[in-house]
C-alpha cells in the first residue's frame, strides 16, 4: 500500500476523549452555520428586496467553497496543527456571520456568507473528522468517526427548528447574530481542548502544494475515482435534494414550511444514530459491502417520497424520515475507512478531495432540481432521478478492489493496549 502523507507522531500528553469533545464542538458549532442559509431566502427576499436566485448564489459559492477548502485545510492541520485551523475557522463563520447582519447588497452575501463561511465550515467538517481519528485513535476509528459526523448532523439540524423560531420571532439579524456569538463562545473551549499528538506542527510542504500533490498522486488510481463518484451521489442525494428541496416540495403539497422543516429536524436526530451505528458497523464489517446496502436503501426511500407527501404528517412519512435519517450521513464513516485503507496517513487529504466531489453533486443536483421543478411544475422527476443516482452508487462501491497488502478494516483488538515502544506520556486511544 502506497503512504500518501506523513505518519502522526504521537508523543503530546492529552486525551483522546478531551480532544475528540473539542473537535464536536467545533463541529456543531460550524454545522449550525451551514442550515442558516436555506432559512435566509425568503427573509432576505422580504427584508432587501433580493430575487432568490441571488439568495442562491450566495449559497451556491458556499458550497462550493466548502468542498474545495476541505483537502487545503487538512494538508494545512499538517503544517500548523488541528487547534489552530479549528480556531481560525471558527473565527471566519463568525465573522462571516457578524458581517452578514450588516449587508445591503447581495454580493455581500456572496462574501460573507458563500466565501467566509464557506471556507470556515470546510475546514472543520468530515475532514476534521478524519483528521482528529487518524492522529488520536487506531482500533475504535470507524466508531469515533461516526461520533464526530453525528455532531455536524447536530449542529445542521437539531438547530433548524430553533434557528426557525429566531426569525420568526425576531429577524434573520438575530439569528445569524446569535450563531457569531455561539462561534466566539466555542473559541476558548476549542483552544484548550483540541491538540495534536506531536510537540507541534511539523515543518514541511507547503500546505496548498501538498494538496494537490496528494490529489495528482490519487488521481491515477481507480479507488480514488470511484470513491469520489459515490460521495458525489451522497452529495447529490442528501445536501442536494434533501436539505435544499425537500422543505418547497412539501410546501407544493400544502405542508407549512416551519411542519417541513421539523421533519428536517427528525432526520437530523436519526442521523446521530445512524452515524453513530454506521461508525461502530465500519469496525466490523466491509465497508464496501456497508456503503452498497446504504446507497440502495437511500434509494429506493426516495423513490417512494413522492407518493407519502401530503399536507399533513402521517405515519408513513413519519417512517419515511426515520429510515432516511438513519441512511442519510451513514455513508461517511466507511467512505473515510476506505480512504485510509487506500492512502494510509494521507487519507485525511485524500478524503477532502473526495468531499469536495460530495459538495460538487451537491450543487450540481440543487441547481438541477430548481431547474426541474420551473420546468414540470413538479418535483417528482428529482426524486426519481436521486433514486437512480443512488442506485449506481450502491453498485460503484461493489466495485471498489481491497487494497494490496492489508485488509480493508484491519482487525480491532479485543482491548485497549499501548504500544511498549511509547512513551509515558498518554498515546492515542486504542
Not at 428586496?49 to 448564489?57: P, Y
Not at 479549528?86 to 445591503?104: E, F, H, I, P
Not at 476558548?188 to 483540541?194: E, F
Not at 432516511?324 to 466507511?334: I, K, M, Q, S, Y
Request: aromatic letters at 8%.
Amino acid at each position: 500500500m502506497k503512504t500518501f502523507g506523513p505518519r502522526p507522531h504521537p508523543h503530546t500528553p492529552g486525551s483522546p476523549w478531551t480532544v475528540a469533545a473539542g473537535a464536536a464542538l467545533a463541529i456543531v458549532t460550524a454545522g449550525a452555520f451551514s442550515t442558516l442559509a436555506g432559512l435566509l431566502v425568503g427573509p432576505l427576499h422580504e427584508d432587501l428586496g433580493w430575487s432568490r436566485a441571488s439568495v442562491g448564489l450566495g449559497s451556491l459559492v458556499n458550497m462550493i467553497v466548502y468542498g474545495a477548502s476541505a483537502p487545503f485545510a487538512a494538508a494545512l492541520m499538517d503544517r500548523l496543527g488541528m487547534r489552530r485551523v479549528a480556531v481560525g475557522a471558527l473565527c471566519l463563520v463568525g465573522a462571516g456571520a457578524g458581517l452578514a447582519t450588516t449587508m445591503t447588497a447581495p454580493w455581500q452575501f456572496v462574501l460573507y456568507w458563500g466565501v467566509l463561511v464557506g471556507l470556515g465550515t470546510g475546514a472543520v467538517a468530515t475532514t476534521f473528522a478524519a483528521t482528529v481519528t487518524e492522529r488520536w485513535f487506531v482500533a475504535r476509528r470507524g466508531f469515533v468517526t461516526g461520533l464526530l459526523t453525528a455532531a455536524s448532523v447536530v449542529g445542521q439540524f437539531v438547530f433548524l427548528p430553533v434557528l426557525s423560531w429566531v426569525i420568526d420571532a425576531y429577524s434573520w439579524r438575530a439569528a445569524a447574530t446569535a450563531l457569531a456569538l455561539a462561534a466566539a463562545g466555542a473559541l476558548p473551549v476549542v483552544w484548550a481542548a483540541v491538540r495534536d499528538p506531536r510537540n507541534g506542527p511539523a515543518p514541511g510542504e507547503d500546505a496548498a502544494r501538498r494538496a494537490v500533490r496528494t490529489l495528482a498522486r490519487a488521481a491515477h488510481h481507480g479507488p480514488f475515482w470511484l470513491l469520489a463518484g459515490t460521495f458525489a451521489v451522497c452529495g447529490a442525494s442528501t445536501n442536494g435534494v434533501m436539505w435544499t428541496h425537500f422543505a418547497p416540495a412539501a410546501h407544493d403539497h400544502g405542508m407549512p414550511v416551519t411542519v417541513a422543516a421539523s421533519l428536517l429536524s427528525l432526520i437530523g436526530i436519526f442521523n446521530v444514530a445512524g452515524t453513530v451505528a454506521s461508525g461502530w458497523l465500519t469496525d466490523r464489517a466491509d465497508p464496501r459491502r456497508l456503503l452498497a446496502v446504504y446507497y440502495a436503501l437511500r434509494g429506493l426511500t426516495l423513490l417512494a417520497l413522492p407518493l407519502l407527501l401530503t399536507s399533513a404528517v402521517d405515519a408513513p412519512l413519519v417512517a419515511f424520515t426515520v429510515v432516511f435519517g438513519l441512511l442519510d450521513v451513514a455513508t461517511v464513516p466507511p467512505t473515510i475507512a476506505l480512504c485510509r485503507a487506500h492512502y494510509g496517513a494521507g487519507a485525511p487529504v485524500v478524503f477532502g478531495w473526495v468531499s469536495a466531489a460530495h459538495q460538487v453533486g451537491a450543487g450540481a443536483v440543487a441547481f438541477a432540481g430548481g431547474t426541474a421543478r420551473d420546468a414540470f411544475g413538479s418535483y417528482d422527476p428529482v426524486w426519481v432521478g436521486a433514486g437512480a443516482l443512488c442506485a449506481g452508487a450502491a453498485l460503484l462501491a461493489l466495485t471498489l478492489s481491497r487494497p494490496r497488502g492489508r485488509r480493508v478494516t484491519p482487525p480491532a483488538p479485543a482491548t485497549p493496549r499501548r504500544s511498549r515502544a511509547l512513551p509515558a506520556s498518554p498515546p492515542p486511544c486504542r
